[in-house]
């Protein structure tokens, strides 16, 4: 529950959760629209299930669009469902290595900090630095 928890304020600080909404409308209203051009879509379920079709790529071909209005509003949410199926987990990956890295730059803004005051450490905080510095290296040799 706590990675979806930081997933969406991830989405909302970045923007992405309206890219999100708006995809979501853009799906209602194009089911909507479906039901009322296509003569084979007779139920907003069924048009739904037909959007779902074409915005996962599946295309079970169970229902077709056969209208021109149909056809176009099925190129819009194919386009858009791509787009919006590479955008957010970008979002969500980019701001997950600027964490990383701000981490990291913390973590060595404290070593190099620790390492300043060297004469003035305990013989705790020296072995602490020494153990920190053996895992790095062992680390970086893997």
């Given at each position: 529950?706590?990675?979806?928890?930081?997933?969406?304020?991830?989405l909302?600080?970045t923007?992405?959760d309206?890219?999100?909404y708006?995809y979501?409308?853009?799906?209602?209203?194009?089911?909507f629209?479906?039901v009322l051009?296509?003569?084979d879509?007779?139920t907003?379920?069924?048009?739904l299930?037909?959007?779902y079709?074409v915005?996962?790529?599946?295309?079970?071909?169970?229902?077709i669009?056969?209208?021109f209005?149909?056809k176009?509003?099925?190129?819009?949410l194919?386009?858009y469902s791509?787009?919006i199926?590479?955008?957010i987990p970008?979002?969500?990956?980019?701001?997950?290595l600027?964490v990383?890295?701000?981490?990291?730059n913390?973590?060595m803004?404290?070593f190099?900090?620790?390492?300043?005051r060297?004469?003035?450490?305990?013989?705790?905080?020296?072995?602490?630095?020494?153990?920190?510095?053996k895992?790095?290296?062992k680390?970086?040799h893997?």
């Open positions: 529950m706590r990675k979806s928890r930081i997933m969406w304020n991830v909302k600080r923007g992405a309206k890219l999100l708006g979501l409308v853009l799906l209602l209203v194009i089911s629209v479906i051009v296509e003569p879509i007779n907003y379920f069924d048009g299930w037909y959007c079709n915005l996962s790529t599946i295309g079970l071909g169970d229902t669009a056969v209208t209005v149909g176009v509003l099925s190129i819009i194919s386009v791509i787009l199926i590479a955008v970008g979002v969500i990956t980019s701001f997950y600027e990383i890295k701000l981490r990291t913390e973590s803004e404290k190099l900090y620790d390492l300043e060297l004469p003035e450490l305990s013989e705790k905080e020296l072995g602490e630095i020494s153990e920190k510095v895992k790095f290296n680390n970086r893997r």
